[in-house]
């Protein structure tokens, strides 16, 4: 195996630090945020928290979120292309109330789903109809990549959109660690959604009550030749990988729980998480799953479909995700904040399923489906309408539930607003152009791609979006997009008014070219760079002020 795999297919490992002129590349290691870092002795558990709820198999939206006003058509029998076999009836579908009042006439919850009810008579979840994207690829396993990777379906990327996300927040977190992972799969195997271009960012962690170190074996010299550079490679991953083992394992002793959990896989995953939240443990991401989704047959109960499979499987997401909720409601961090004030979470499927049911009361492979938000800012709100199921101008009822929302406009959301990640930035983790506006909720149905849709609750203050926005004496750069790179890329950054530099280097720390020199007026600027013709590879680009010196990697293709 190359060192490159080994590395990004390892959970976790430490970054291959690059050279400068003999030098360790350090990217931004004098930020405001390492500062802050440094100066309290703080971790970065005093930020914000993303949870993630991964549902393997496919949703049926249809009856996790009832369109009621729909039920005309989708009661009609399979033959004539509805689900009369396996519908919920509508008395028995749960109201989305806020103070009593119900606030969708035309929807309803599935029958299992008490606890998300309550969620939102609290205003602590939400929802999003009709989630996917264009051109649905219907295989359980490349469906997934897509949705991880945040690719369209007609392209294959190897990198996580987290991970991205991760190593552009965080390019230089690898070589001052806080000594704890950026990322944790609770299970076996760290998930693709945290694969950076260089190495996965994300802990696979199965008990953290123990401390699942590796035998190192590091007293013996290694050898000088290849072997022992690649020998102290490995011991060098071994450390970092007992390092962040050793952050879970005392984290989870120094955390608690507070309430009871309903005894399932979900739920004892969650706990696990709230508790590593409590023990003050920086993770900036989780993601957890549940099983079960595939629902090609009896996905309800024959006699009675308010009952069965799928009601009792959303009885266990809804419960667990609450008492998660209520467990971090019930904690305070040292400043005296709730935890809950710092967590937010989504859940997601790889697919929906068709309209109209089968004969084994199940359903098949289909297009979208609902997704849920959840946390103290959640906005109590659907986003999005019933889907329109039937086909006026073909008299018959559709196959698929319509595209609503691109499912990255709901990741770039919760990047932009929930961890301040600037669009420049996320432009570039999607290679897609997001809009940022201040009335987005007028034409966010358009299909395009947005990082301002209305996921959290009016009153909720984004964080700025950039360092350069508390302290802008001073240059800050931003990763450059797309990375990686194929012909040419953008450097973003942000000037004072001063003299910049920008030099890019290769991996043994030779000067390949420079790329802008001279005097820039304060306020952003982009200059491109030309990749055409240069050898695959990681290089890097140099920032360079009177006082001050960034950098930032790349990966040529």
Do not use: C
Not at 60 to 83: C, E, M, W
Not at 227 to 242: A, C, K, P, T
Not at 298 to 326: C, E, M, R
């Amino acid at each position: 195996m190359k060192r490159r795999d080994f590395i990004r297919y390892t959970a976790p490992v430490a970054a291959v630090p690059l050279l400068l002129n003999g030098m360790p590349v350090q990217a931004l290691a004098n930020s405001s945020l390492l500062k802050a870092l440094a100066a309290r002795g703080a971790t970065l558990a005093d930020d914000r928290i993303l949870v993630i709820v991964q549902l393997f198999g496919g949703n049926d939206g249809v009856n996790t979120v009832l369109p009621i006003d729909q039920y005309a058509y989708l009661s009609l029998d399979n033959t004539q292309g509805g689900r009369s076999n396996i519908l919920i009836p509508e008395s028995k579908g749960l109201k989305l109330e806020l103070n009593g009042v119900d606030q969708y006439v035309g929807t309803r919850l599935s029958p299992g789903m008490t606890a998300f009810k309550r969620l939102f008579s609290e205003e602590k979840l939400g929802l999003i109809q009709g989630v996917g994207y264009k051109n649905p690829d219907f295989s359980h396993f490349r469906a997934t990549d897509i949705w991880l990777t945040g690719s369209d379906s007609n392209v294959v990327d190897t990198t996580g959109w987290a991970g991205r996300d991760l190593e552009t927040q965080y390019p230089n977190y690898y070589n001052n660690p806080y000594k704890g992972p950026l990322a944790i799969t609770i299970g076996s195997v760290s998930s693709p959604v945290f694969l950076g271009a260089d190495t996965n960012h994300g802990l696979a962690v199965q008990d953290p009550s123990k401390n699942n170190g590796y035998i190192t074996g590091n007293n013996d010299t290694a050898p000088n030749s290849f072997y022992g550079g690649e020998l102290e490679f490995v011991r060098g991953v071994i450390d970092q990988s007992n390092q962040f083992n050793s952050a879970v394992y005392t984290a989870h002793g120094k955390g608690k729980n507070v309430g009871a959990y309903p005894n399932s896989n979900l739920a004892n995953q969650l706990k696990s998480v709230a508790r590593l939240i409590s023990g003050g443990l920086g993770t900036k991401i989780y993601l957890v799953n549940a099983g079960g989704f595939d629902t090609h047959s009896n996905q309800h109960d024959t006699a009675d479909p308010s009952t069965g499979y799928h009601v009792n499987l959303w009885k266990s997401i809804a419960d667990a995700v609450a008492a998660f909720q209520d467990d971090l409601a019930a904690q305070t961090d040292l400043n005296g904040d709730t935890l809950d004030e710092k967590v937010f979470g989504f859940t997601f499927s790889e697919f929906g399923r068709t309209i109209k049911s089968n004969t084994t009361f199940g359903t098949d492979h289909g297009t979208t489906g609902p997704m849920f938000v959840f946390g103290k800012h959640a906005n109590a709100a659907m986003l999005g309408g019933n889907p329109q199921v039937y086909n006026q101008a073909g008299d018959y009822v559709e196959s698929d539930l319509p595209l609503q929302f691109d499912y990255r406009s709901i990741y770039a959301s919760i990047l932009h607003q929930w961890f301040a990640v600037p669009t420049t930035d996320i432009n570039g983790i999607f290679n897609k152009t997001f809009e940022d506006e201040n009335s987005v909720a007028q034409d966010m149905n358009d299909l395009g791609f947005h990082a301002n849709l209305p996921l959290f609750k009016t009153g909720f203050v984004p964080r700025s979006t950039s360092a350069v926005n508390q302290n802008a004496a001073v240059v800050a750069a931003r990763a450059n997009y797309p990375n990686p790179v194929s012909t040419e890329t953008t450097i973003p950054f942000t000037s004072a008014g001063e003299d910049i530099q920008i030099d890019v280097f290769n991996a043994n720390g030779q000067l390949i070219t420079n790329v802008a020199s001279g005097f820039y007026p304060q306020g952003n600027h982009e200059v491109k760079f030309v990749a055409e013709g240069l050898a695959k590879g990681v290089y890097v680009y140099k920032i360079r002020t009177k006082n001050r010196e960034l950098s930032n990697k790349m990966l040529v293709q």
